[in-house]
């Protein structure tokens, strides 16, 4: 079966700067929708970005949007999560996934998830 594992979490100050990669094995991966999600402690876990095939399109949470970005490189497997001018409600464990049934923004529509990567935010 598919396989994606997360990286590039950390610990950083409020207003820095973080890249998240997936790398993908076990499918095709060009083929597919991926996502980004995140979810905090005590929180449903929530849609952060999703990139289409070939990165053509990309849709991102409002509270995100132009702050973060999404992309992929096809020849890697590997897609990634560009995050610019952290702030106190962006901590949580982030998980990338494949889009299996074109959901959209609902998680429960995605599969292979990794096991996330924590981001911290300190002031």
């Known amino acids: 079966q598919g396989h994606l594992i997360e990286s590039g979490g950390g610990l950083v100050q409020a207003g820095a700067s973080l890249r998240l990669s997936c790398a993908a094995s076990?499918?095709?991966?060009?083929?597919?929708?991926m996502g980004w999600f995140r979810q905090a402690p005590g929180k449903e876990r929530e849609f952060v970005a999703t990139?289409?095939?070939?990165?053509?399109?990309?849709h991102y949470a409002d509270s995100v949007k132009g702050r973060f970005t999404i992309s992929r490189d096809d020849a890697k497997n590997t897609v990634y999560l560009q995050m610019n001018n952290l702030n106190p409600d962006d901590p949580a464990v982030y998980y990338c996934?494949?889009?299996?049934?074109?959901?959209?923004?609902?998680?429960?529509?995605?599969?292979?998830w990794g096991e996330g990567t924590q981001v911290t935010v300190s002031s």
């Open positions: 996934a494949v889009d299996l049934w074109d959901p959209y923004t609902d998680y429960r529509g995605y599969g292979y």
């Open positions: 076990g499918l095709t991966f060009r083929s597919y929708c």
């Open positions: 990139i289409g095939w070939r990165g053509a399109t990309t």
